[in-house]
């Protein structure tokens, strides 16, 4: 009876998915943010501890936490870890001198019990400036080709202009868990 209550709960009110929004200070994690939800770019301040907005997409409610990322306050992302599907893993693709650092980051993220059931989408961000590293770059810097413990997808896009934003989103809904 619950599960069944349970399912007609979610057909009426939209099933929720929690997403979190990682990556380096700087790379783009608030403008992608406020980019799907509100579909414009606001002037952003650096976050210190989160911020957390509703995304209703197709009858799915994502709940995205965009999370801090200077150094000083990665350590408290573990405290937001349970019950996530999504980890959407923002890199600023002008940022070269950071990729061994954000590789670092995420093969810890991966390793986590806590996400062992997440399933990964790299956005491959600030394609509009020049020299930035293309998707396929990135892609074979951060090895992705050798996770094998996690869906994973990686995404170019621009936060400033929106491209490429709405096709990692369109890739979540369809592989949410349910
Ligand atoms: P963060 O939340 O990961 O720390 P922010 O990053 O969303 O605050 O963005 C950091 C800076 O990068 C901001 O510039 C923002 O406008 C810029 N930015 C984010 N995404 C893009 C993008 O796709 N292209 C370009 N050109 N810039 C982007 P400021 O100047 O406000 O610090």
Redesign the pocket.
Request: aromatic share 0%; glycine share 10%; hydrophobic share 30%.
């Given at each position: 009876m619950g599960i069944l209550f349970a399912k007609l709960w979610n057909m009426f009110s939209g099933e929720e998915h929690k997403v979190l929004i990682l990556?380096?200070?700087?790379?783009?994690?608030?403008?992608?943010l406020y980019q799907l939800t509100m579909r414009e770019?606001v002037?952003?301040?650096?976050?210190i501890g989160s911020n957390v907005e509703e995304l209703k997409w197709k009858n799915m409610k994502f709940v995205m936490w965009?999370l801090?990322?200077q150094d000083s306050l990665r350590p408290s992302w573990t405290c937001y870890y349970s019950g996530t599907q999504f980890i959407v893993l923002?890199v600023?693709c002008m940022d070269r001198d950071r990729v061994p650092l954000v590789k670092e980051e995420l093969y810890k993220i991966l390793a986590h019990e806590d996400l062992r059931k997440a399933n990964l989408l790299v956005f491959a961000?600030?394609?509009?400036?020049k020299g930035a590293m293309s998707a396929s770059e990135l892609s074979s810097l951060l090895n992705l080709t050798s996770i094998k413990t996690h869906r994973w997808q990686i995404q170019a896009?621009?936060?400033?202009?929106g491209e490429g934003l709405f096709k990692g989103l369109e890739w979540m809904a369809n592989h949410v868990t349910r």
């Open positions: 990556g380096l200070d700087n790379a783009g994690k608030t403008t992608i770019v002037h952003t301040t650096p976050t965009d801090a990322g923002v600023d961000n600030k394609q509009d400036l896009c621009s936060a400033l202009t």
